[in-house]
Antibody, heavy 122, light 111 residues
């Protein structure tokens, strides 16, 4: 059974870099079939797609975050990572990782990690 | 790219059917059969309920069904149960500069 688990600091200072890791178990992040994505949800608000990556390097970013964002994979550790630079309070959110569809049909997210709350505050 | 438009709230009594709409444009909902729906209980991660407009993943109750007409996709919950009380989000591919977009979310209340 495929499972995803996010981890990282729960508190980040303004202007610093938010770094999160998503560990995949029960399946391989280097499967040629699947993409992997990040989604976030500010407290009390809706979902926002952040970005999506295939282990081969193919990457799609939300244009509103692209200039500050790096998504990468570490196949040796079966992990997906997210780095978001120059954070502000507006980046405070629960961050989720999820499997994002299959090659040629990135039409769904399933399963999702449990999510991790990141607060940007001094 | 703006979020897809959903009603803020929908309510129904146990046993009734309710429908949640998700309105976009010909660049997203209307142009592709790539709409998916997610259920989110408070404090929990979203769960995939419907993909590619009307397909139900294994394990999802057949009380949940999806459809699309023009630029509007819909999620119908039949035989409403207390456990269906949650937030629901639609999601779609879009040919705009942001390739993927969620809906604004709908809170379903079981009366």
């Amino acid at each position: 059974q495929l499972q995803l688990q996010e981890s990282g600091p729960g508190l980040v200072k303004p202007s610093e870099t938010l770094s999160l890791t998503c560990t995949v178990s029960g399946g391989s992040i280097s499967s040629s079939t699947y993409y992997w994505g990040w989604i976030r949800q500010p407290p009390g608000k809706g979902l926002e797609w952040i970005g999506t990556m295939h282990y081969s390097g193919s990457t799609f970013y939300n244009p509103s975050l692209k200039s500050r964002l790096i998504i990468s994979t570490d196949t040796s550790r079966n992990q997906l990572s997210l780095q978001l630079r120059s954070v502000t309070a507006a980046d405070t959110a629960v961050y989720y990782c999820a499997r994002h569809g299959v090659v040629g049909a990135l039409t769904w997210f399933d399963p999702w990690g449990q999510g991790t709350l990141v607060t940007v505050s001094s | 790219q703006s979020a897809l438009t959903q009603p803020a709230s929908v309510s129904g009594s146990p046993g009734q059917s309710i429908t949640i709409s998700c309105t976009g444009t010909t660049s997203d909902v209307g142009g592709y059969n790539y709409v998916s729906w997610y259920q989110q209980h408070p404090g929990k991660a979203p769960k995939l309920m419907i993909y590619e407009v009307s397909n139900r993943p294994s394990g999802v109750s057949n009380r949940f069904s999806g459809s699309k007409s023009g630029n509007t996709a819909s999620l119908t919950i039949s035989g409403l149960q207390a456990e269906d009380e949650a937030d629901y989000y639609c999601f779609s591919y879009t040919s705009s500069n942001t390739p993927y977009v969620f809906g604004t979310g709908t809170k379903v209340t079981v009366l």
